[in-house]
């Protein structure tokens, strides 16, 4: 009962997260968070893919689940440090967060594990860890959207960081799949 209040966003426990709403980061408003949270085969991807044609909604597949994979190809042929869409995150990110691209994915990637989800349940605003992810929360948002889109799309589908950036990312939400049971069943023969 309690995660379905929280990610149905009746618990209000984003309000903790006043510090980040006074960043204005590459001089605009702050970009807003869609998370795409549920179980793998679920059509993350496709609804990943579908919501990234929209005007001002930049879609970018598995971010947290792929900020370490630096060998393996991108979309555009390149493995993910050559990518010139991805170096561009990562130079804009080290240029406004004053701080290294590794260091928030270590970070990030870090807190997403289903290992951290009681501590980021019961974690609290005031939280140094906290506080320093979701700085690197908005300045990897800024980096990826720049000044034309206000929307980042991530389709990780990790629950630990859906409910991190509820709680501590304003104007974040997060869209919850599952799958119908008989799918499954379907799926698995």
């Known amino acids: 009962m309690l995660l379905h209040q929280f990610l149905s966003g009746t618990l209000g426990w984003n309000r903790e997260a006043s510090f980040v709403q006074k960043l204005n980061l590459m001089g605009k408003q702050m970009t807003s968070w869609l998370y795409i949270s549920g179980r793998g085969h679920s059509g993350s991807t496709m609804l990943d893919a579908m919501l990234g044609n929209a005007d001002g909604i930049e879609s970018v597949g598995e971010l947290v689940s792929g900020m370490e994979r630096y060998k393996e190809l991108c979309s555009c042929g390149e493995t993910f440090r050559d990518c010139p869409f991805w170096d561009g995150v990562r130079q804009r990110f080290e240029a406004t967060a004053d701080d290294t691209w590794d260091n928030a994915v270590r970070a990030s990637v870090g807190q997403a594990h289903i ?4 501590k980021t349940i019961l974690a609290g605003g005031e939280q140094k860890w906290i506080r320093q992810l979701a700085v690197y929360s908005e300045h990897i948002a800024a980096a990826v959207c720049q000044k034309e889109k206000d929307v980042i799309v991530d389709s990780s589908k990790e629950i630990t960081r859906a409910l ?7 104007g974040s939400k997060v869209i919850h799949l599952v799958r119908h049971p008989t799918s499954d069943l379907n799926f698995a023969e």
């Open 164 to 170: 991190f950036l509820l709680r501590f990312v304003p």
């Open 115 to 118: 290992k951290n989800f009681p």
